[in-house]
């Protein structure tokens, strides 16, 4: 079935440990994205890929990294966890269609727990 | 700074009511999309409208985009137990391909 997928699905890591979020996308789309949700903030950005080979920050991106590996694949990384990580994260994919607007999709998150 | 502000942030109604909930901002979007999520799942796009005054609908479900492109509506007619669920507005500020999202409404549909 086409669309995004993420892996893991859960993960439990102490404080200073690190962990790679991956999300693979096979729908061809140019802009991939992660995005963080916490109870009552909605979904926060943290970093964005516009197009292979580029990367940025989004609003939250204290304490990770990103990786665009390829046109298919985006990765989140934690270099040391902290508590205030505990989140869902959620990994999306569009394609930009100027003037007609366009629509993400996303894969069904990865459950993080800091303790 | 939340720069869109989704009300009521929970409703919880009768099956066979209608409903609408608000998406507002001072910011002028190129778009907006409409999102319902379910518990465990990540969200799943509704809907986008891209010009100012635009009407969609989808089943029972009606969406209106504000003349000025800063606001945007969602109302169900005869809501139904399935349409319980976390319901999400985002909105483009420059057709940048990066969303803002709203703190989402979770709306309860009893039988």
Redesign the interface.
């Known amino acids: 079935n086409a669309g995004v997928t993420q892996t893991p699905k859960f993960q439990v890591l102490k404080t200073g440990q690190s962990m790679t979020l991956q999300c693979a996308q096979d729908m061809n789309h140019n802009s991939m994205y992660w995005y963080r949700q916490d109870p009552g903030m909605g979904l926060r950005l943290i970093y964005y890929s516009a197009s292979e080979g580029t990367t940025d920050k989004g609003e939250v991106p204290n304490g990770y990294n990103v990786s665009r590996l390829n046109k298919r694949e985006f990765s989140l990384r934690l270099e040391s966890a902290a508590p205030s990580q505990t989140s869902v994260y959620f990994c999306a994919s569009s394609e930009i269609l100027r003037g007609y607007g366009y629509g993400y999709t996303f894969g069904s998150g990865t459950r993080l727990t800091v303790v | 700074t ?1 720069l ?1 502000e989704q009300s009521p942030q929970f409703l919880s109604i009768q099956e066979g009511e209608n409903l609408t909930v608000y998406c507002n901002s001072s910011s002028v979007f190129s ?1 907006l ?1 409409w ?1 319902r999520q379910e518990p ?6 509704l809907v ?3 010009t100012g005054g635009e009407v969609k609908k989808l089943k029972r479900l009606t969406f209106q985009f504000g003349d000025a492109r800063k606001d945007s509506s969602l109302h169900i007619t005869a809501a139904q137990p399935g349409d319980t669920g976390l319901y ?1 507005c ?1 909105g483009d500020i420059g ?1 940048t ?8 409404t979770t709306l309860q549909v009893k039988p």
């Open positions: 939340q869109l778009s999309q999102y465990g799942e990540g969200p799943v796009l986008t409208v891209v999400l985002a057709n391909g990066k969303l803002i999202f709203g703190q989402g």
